[in-house]
Nanobody, 119 residues
C-alpha cells in the first residue's frame, strides 16, 4: 500500500520560510514523478511543483518559481518543498502527490498539511 504523509506546515510570517516534507511509507512506483499541489476553500487543487524520479527535472507554477524549490531523496523515500519569501497568497493546504508526470497528478495523495502565511 502506498501512503504519503506530509509534515512541516504551520503558521509563518510573510517573507519567512518553511520546508515541507512528504514521506512515502509504501513507496510510489519507480519512474514516476512526485509533486506538490495546494488548495484553498472553494477552489480547485492547483499544481505547485513536481520532480522526476531521477531528480534531474523539476517544474514549477509561475506563482512560486524562484521562491520554492522541490527536491527528493529516494534513499529516504522523501520529497521536500523548500518555501522561501512566502506570501499571504501562499496560504493553502498543501498535498503531496505520487505516480504522476510533470503537471499531471498521479493516483496517490497525502492528507495535506496547512500552511498559513500572516501579513
Amino acid at each position: 500500500q502506498v501512503q504519503l504523509v506530509e509534515s512541516g506546515g504551520g503558521l509563518v510570517q510573510a517573507g519567512g520560510s518553511l520546508r515541507l516534507s512528504c514521506a512515502d511509507s509504501g513507496r510510489t512506483v519507480s519512474g514516476y514523478y512526485m509533486g506538490w499541489f495546494r488548495q484553498t476553500p472553494g477552489k480547485e487543487r492547483e499544481f505547485v511543483a513536481s520532480i522526476s524520479w531521477s531528480g534531474v527535472n523539476s517544474y514549477y507554477a509561475d506563482s512560486v518559481k524562484g521562491r520554492f524549490t522541490i527536491s527528493r531523496d529516494n534513499a529516504k523515500n522523501t520529497v521536500y518543498l523548500q518555501m522561501i519569501s512566502v506570501k499571504p497568497e501562499d496560504t493553502a493546504v498543501y498535498y503531496c502527490n505520487g505516480g504522476g508526470h510533470v503537471y499531471r497528478p498521479g493516483n496517490y495523495w497525502g492528507q495535506g498539511t496547512q500552511v498559513t502565511v500572516s501579513s
